[in-house]
């Protein structure tokens, strides 16, 4: 790139050529060296060009000051020696290879980052198909009930302003809270009638199974915390830990409510389904209880999108 006597040819050039390196005046028609230097820095395509500034005397502080403030990367001070020169344009050039490098670097980085992330969640997702089908195959409520849940659960997601990859993780990894279930036996899954004390602790450790399950398949964190504490209740009543409140993870919260709420509708080997009215008010009479009261919110402001999901999805 040739010199130009005007500042605003130089951007042009500057703007269409991308030279290596930009040196200017301080004063230079119709704009500023500083100006030029301003509009330079400020296109994210354009800065990384080194840009140097000569300015009339060494001890005008104010031209320091400005040049500094515009972004340039050196400044040098009439009368300008051309060793000087030269030795400021070849520290300036390296400084540009190794910030471009740099960029290089960084954007390979993140291209490894993203094709390593979609190979994870791949694997994830053909991890959750495959515990999905494992647990339909052993227990015969499960099939449409793992849907339900998992709808309902976006629908909640949504009604509570979660971020989009939220909810769809919250929604998959929602099919997955009753997998600990594939480690215990058909005669307490399949019991027609009330299991006794003994009973009823062994089809609570599903819900430890099911986290270590999860973990020992290095799965996500969330689907490992859903599994973990998807019976954990609002007032601390819950188990396998007993938290409370917002001590339980949001997804486990949601998921909990989803899951009360298919499990009331719908009949089961050892009770019938209670009409979806009912369940409703005891969603309500559960708020701060059982169901942590923002999710109850939501589901009673998307309670028509629960009874369409209901009529899709059907009964097992």
Do not use: W
Request: glycine share 6%.
């Amino acid at each position: 790139m040739q010199a130009v006597a005007d500042a605003l040819t130089a951007l042009e050039k500057i703007r269409k050529e991308r030279p290596d390196l930009v040196l200017a005046e301080v004063e230079l028609p119709p704009l500023t060296g500083y100006e030029l230097c301003q509009s330079i820095k400020q296109d994210p395509s354009l800065r990384v060009i080194p840009f140097l500034l000569v300015a009339n005397s060494y001890f005008d502080t104010e031209a320091k000051v400005k040049g500094l403030g515009t972004g340039a990367d050196d400044l040098l001070y009439r009368p300008v020696h051309p060793v000087e020169l030269r030795a400021r344009v070849r520290s300036s050039l390296r400084l540009k290879a190794y910030v471009q490098q740099i960029i290089e670097d960084r954007s390979r980085f993140e291209e490894l980052v993203a094709e390593r992330t979609r190979d994870i969640e791949q694997l994830t997702f053909g991890l959750v198909a495959a515990l999905e089908r494992a647990n339909s195959m052993n227990d015969s409520d499960t099939g449409l009930h793992i849907r339900r849940v998992s709808e309902y659960s976006r629908i909640l997601g949504h009604g509570l302003s979660m971020e989009p990859t939220i909810i769809n993780h919250i929604a998959r990894y929602a099919s997955l809270h009753d997998v600990g279930k594939v480690g215990l036996p058909d005669s307490i899954l399949k019991k027609e009638g009330a299991l006794t004390g003994v009973e009823m602790t062994e089809m609570r450790s599903h819900t430890l199974l099911g986290h270590d399950l999860l973990k020992e398949a290095r799965a996500d964190e969330m689907a490992c915390r859903i599994a973990l504490s998807h019976h954990e209740r609002f007032d601390g009543n819950g188990y396998p830990h007993g938290m409370a409140g917002y001590q339980i993870p949001i997804e486990a919260r949601i998921v909990a409510l989803a899951d009360a709420f298919d499990a009331m509708t719908t009949r089961r080997c050892y009770k019938s389904a209670r009409p979806v009215r009912q369940a409703i008010d005891e969603v309500m009479a559960e708020s701060g209880k059982h169901f942590d009261p923002g999710v109850v919110r939501v589901f009673m402001e998307r309670n028509a999108e629960f009874r369409k999901a209901f009529d899709k999805y059907g009964q097992d």
